[in-house]
């Protein structure tokens, strides 16, 4: 088969988590080939600008083209390119991590540096593990079993992909690795529980845990792992009361209480953690994403001194990294980025912002039939399309697919997941671009036979835009 060409360069890049037989066709359309960013957009390969509404993949939280970063970079670079972390270390490296404890109000101690959000929960699972077996309590050497929520996301590396447990992974890359268990997600749109909403439900979702430690025995039972906030579910976020019951509960058992603020830290909802002010709060604490803004790869797992002191030792210690472990580039990055989100108060912003645009959002649903529920927290804003909204039936992949594609041609890009649109643009946006992301959404949302027809003249005009600029679509 003829290798598809693309600018005269063939096509040999594997992209993730896509369709290549479908995605390659469209190789030129709308936002798919991005080559540009600037603050709160990105632009395509034609100069088509977009408000950049997941944040090129939930990680540009301070926006594009910041200087001070580039910078950053371009110092370390030309004054250490590389040194590794493995029984040496280096001034930005032990930076970084200090600056992680210090805005982490001190709850945690130790900081253990990666390159991705998987890594840093790989990190935390592996851990978890050896901290129960090198526990003086003999009775704690069992314990291995990992619980997480359904529908839960956390990575791609067979840890992470067996924390996340969802389906299509066992069935493509199974078997996946033993002892990992799930309880129902705190989803209280669609309660798995069949409850009409917290408080009077009794959060029976976080109960689950208890039950579920309890019927596996504890002594087998490990850890729970969290995301604050589910994201790749369709921003689901339980009631502040369900944080503190399953917190407790780890507490009660002796269960390490890892929370994966991969998407979550560094101020997109509102607080530079959502977990900063937890009681009982986490062991183990797992960020990527914003920490580095994505300009590069950086992630972190952070432990407390108890889970630390474990490892003291010879023989005892944590056997484990990879080598961009603390990567002094990637560290000045990250400290940098960091600097800018507490410096330009970023978390204040998202959350006043994004307390706006929820609420306008709120008043188009009134409308715009197709909005089941609004949900989420600051900038971490979750649409549920529904056919029906009395019955709650969703709209399909397709159809949600359709309305992106629709939404991208009026120059807004968003995530997606099964029936859930997600905003989550950069921490830096104002009033004025939330007020264009609701008109967009507004447009895009209208059903109706005039609206579907201005959808397709809309989304037709821009394929053959793109059909006429690119060789790509000609035919061989
Ligand atoms: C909550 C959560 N944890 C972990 C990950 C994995 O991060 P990465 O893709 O950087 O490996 C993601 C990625 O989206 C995530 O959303």
């Known amino acids: 088969m003829a290798v598809k060409k693309y600018n005269g360069v063939p096509y040999h890049l594997w992209n993730p988590f896509t369709v290549m037989d479908e995605f390659l066709p469209f190789l030129g359309f709308g936002p798919l080939v991005i080559t540009r960013g600037q603050g709160p957009y990105v632009f395509n390969d034609r100069g088509k600008r977009y408000i950049n ?15 001070e970063i580039v910078e950053a970079a371009a110092k370390q ?3 250490l390119a590389y040194a590794s972390c493995f029984r040496q270390t280096h001034p930005k490296a032990i ?23 998987s890594e840093a929960v790989e990190t935390a699972l592996k851990m978890t593990r050896q901290y129960h077996r090198q526990s003086p309590n003999t009775g704690d050497h069992g314990r291995y079993k990992i619980i997480s929520l359904r529908g839960s996301y956390h990575g791609v590396s067979h840890g992470a992909l ?5 389906e299509r992974d066992a069935a493509k890359f199974g078997p996946l690795v033993p002892g990992f268990l799930r309880i129902e997600p705190p989803y209280c749109y669609r309660c798995p529980y069949g409850k009409d909403g917290y408080p009077e439900c009794g959060l029976e979702c976080a109960l689950a845990l208890e039950k579920t430690i309890q019927s596996e025995g504890a002594e087998s039972v490990a850890a729970f792992i969290m995301e604050p906030v589910m994201g790749v579910m369709g921003i689901i976020d339980p009631p502040e009361e369900f944080y503190r019951c399953v917190g407790e509960i780890c507490r009660r058992h002796g269960l390490i209480f890892i929370v994966d603020e991969v998407t979550t830290g560094f101020g997109r909802t509102g607080k530079l953690f959502v977990s900063e002010d937890w009681n009982p709060g986490p062991d183990i604490l797992c960020l990527g ?12 797992t952070l432990a407390t001194g108890a889970v630390y002191q474990r490892f003291n030792g010879r023989g005892n210690q944590f056997d484990h990294g990879s080598t961009a472990s603390g990567h002094p580039v990637c560290a000045a990055v990250g400290l940098e980025n960091i600097d800018i989100i507490t410096r330009e108060n970023m978390p204040e912003n998202a959350a006043i912002v ?3 645009l929820k609420s306008s959002l709120k008043a188009v649903m009134n409308s715009r039939r197709l909005i089941g529920d609004i949900r989420g927290k600051g900038l971490m ?9 009395e019955k709650k039936t969703p709209l399909t992949e397709k159809e949600t697919f359709n309305i992106v594609l629709d939404i991208a041609t009026l120059g807004l890009v968003v ?48 394929l053959a835009a793109s059909r006429l600029s690119l060789p790509l679509h000609k035919k061989r």
């Open 53 to 67: 509404g997941l944040s090129s993949l939930w990680n540009v939280a301070v926006g594009h083209g910041r200087e």
């Open 77 to 79: 670079m030309r004054e």
């Open 95 to 117: 930076e970084l991590a200090a600056k992680l404890v210090q805005i982490t109000s001190g709850h945690f101690g130790h900081v253990y540096l990666a390159s991705n959000g």
């Open 162 to 166: 067996s924390t996340s447990g969802q």
């Open 289 to 300: 994403k914003a920490i580095s803004s994505g300009y590069l790869p950086l992630a972190a």
């Open 354 to 356: 994004g307390a706006y």
């Open 381 to 389: 804003i979750g649409i549920e399309l529904v056919k029906d909204r």
């Open 415 to 462: 995530y997606y997941s099964n029936n859930v649109l997600g905003l989550l643009p950069p921490l830096i946006i104002k009033k004025d671009i939330a007020d264009r992301i609701v008109e967009i959404l507004d447009k895009a949302l209208n059903t109706g036979i005039t609206a579907d027809i201005t959808r397709k003249a809309r989304m037709a005009k821009e």
